[in-house]
T-cell receptor
């Protein structure tokens, strides 16, 4: 069974304190790893897609990387507005399946 | 605003009642997905449409749940004889056909509370 595990469950950072979030996965055939940001009471907001090991994507203070077993979301010099739950999800090679399998998320709090 | 929209945003109902939610996807997307999210968890897949055809259903989708996308545009998700365990955020997402763009874009969700 495909599994996605995110760690830590919660992370509190001071403004400017860089850190990384982890997403490890066990899947039968990866067709993409996705990062989303979710604010309380809202739907997930798309951030990045990674397709192959070694790939990196950047957007403002966020950088996502991918290996064969895990992905990292690096946050450089975070600001309070980066506070949110960050979700990773995988899409796998499985017949006609098109759905995403999500992890439980990392709740990030950035203190001013 | 050309994003995914969902209606209503909040629904409170009594156990045993039927409820229906609507999703309007991004206009050029032909794929539409329904997910359910409970507190502290990531979204869980329920069902998926390509145009008007329902191509995939999760085992989470019991007989009390039904989804339609009659003209390949908007979709509805109906829950019959609601139970307290149905309380959750119901999310709709849409995407382009398979190409280089596999991203799913989510709507704001419908928060269901079953009393």
């Amino acid at each position: 069974e495909d599994q996605v595990t995110q760690s830590p469950e919660a992370l509190r950072l001071q403004e400017g304190e860089s850190s990384s979030l982890n997403c490890s996965y066990t899947v039968s055939g990866l067709r993409g790893l996705f990062w989303y940001r979710q604010d309380p009471g809202k739907g997930p907001e798309f951030l990045f897609t990674l397709y192959s090991a070694g790939e990196e994507k950047e957007k403002e203070r966020l950088k996502a990387t991918l290996t064969k077993k895990e992905s990292f979301l690096h946050i450089t010099a975070p600001k309070p507005e980066d506070s949110a739950t960050y979700l990773c999800a995988v899409r796998v090679l499985s017949g006609s399946a098109r759905q995403l399998t999500f992890g439980s998320g990392t709740q990030l709090t950035v203190l001013p | 605003d050309t994003g995914v929209s969902q209606d209503p945003r909040h629904k409170i109902t009594k156990r045993g009642q039927n409820v229906t939610f609507r999703c309007d996807p991004i206009s050029e997307h032909n794929r539409l997905y329904w997910y359910r999210q409970t507190l502290g968890q990531g979204p869980e897949f329920l069902t998926y449409f390509q145009n008007e055809a329902q191509l995939e259903k999760s085992r989470l989708l019991s007989d009390r749940f039904s989804a339609e996308r009659p003209k390949g545009s908007f979709s509805t998700l109906e829950i019959q004889r609601t139970e307290q365990g149905d309380s959750a955020m119901y999310l709709c997402a849409s995407s382009w056909p398979d190409s280089s763009y596999n991203e799913q874009f989510f709507g704001p969700g419908t928060r269901l509370t079953v009393l």
